[in-house]
């Protein structure tokens, strides 16, 4: 048996709860170029960002500036749809070095080889813990019809099974 997968508005709701001002925190710390920089996600999702926080610190990729977030209650553009921003189960990260466009625009920074230690990331079931935004254009499971480098997303109910 697989983990319940999180992929859209009504799983998160049954997974997480009700977004935006409902949302229970937790401070995960990340590298950063100028030391460490403590981000706010999902209490439930915290070990998952602890793993991906360790990896990043691995491949020595770290945070520029203050352009890395996880909360924001607010919809996905041009939809009524909650984002997973809005139950703090995503993070961009480096937003300026990984804008969202029709063109995938990776950080020259990240190592090319690091979203592929991410996708191992798994549960015991080998259920993956994130999706990237970065495969978004190429993933059948998502509607999006461009790239969005910067996002890094819980998929699993269960992120503490890695």
Do not use: Q
């Not at 984002?83 to 190592?111: C, F, Q, R, Y």
């Not at 015991?124 to 997303?153: I, K, L, N, Q």
């Amino acid at each position: 048996m697989t983990a319940d997968l999180v992929l859209t508005e009504a799983a998160r709701y049954a997974a997480w709860g009700n977004p935006c001002g409902a949302v229970s925190f937790a401070g995960v710390d990340f590298s950063t170029t100028t030391g460490h920089r403590t981000i706010r996600v999902n209490t439930k999702a915290r070990g998952a960002f602890e793993g991906l926080a360790a990896l990043f610190a691995a491949s020595n990729y770290l945070l520029d500036g203050n352009d890395t977030g996880s909360y924001n209650c607010r919809k996905i553009s041009g939809t009524s749809v909650y984002s997973s921003h809005a139950w703090a189960t995503a993070i961009d990260v480096n937003w300026l070095e990984n804008p969202a466009g029709k063109t995938l625009t990776i950080d020259p920074k990240m190592p090319a080889w690091l979203p592929e230690l991410v996708h191992a990331m798994k549960c015991v079931d080998g259920t993956p813990v994130f999706r990237w935004g970065g495969d978004w254009d190429r993933d059948p499971s998502t509607t999006h019809s461009y790239y969005h480098a910067m996002h890094w997303e819980v998929k699993t109910e269960r992120p503490s099974c890695t």
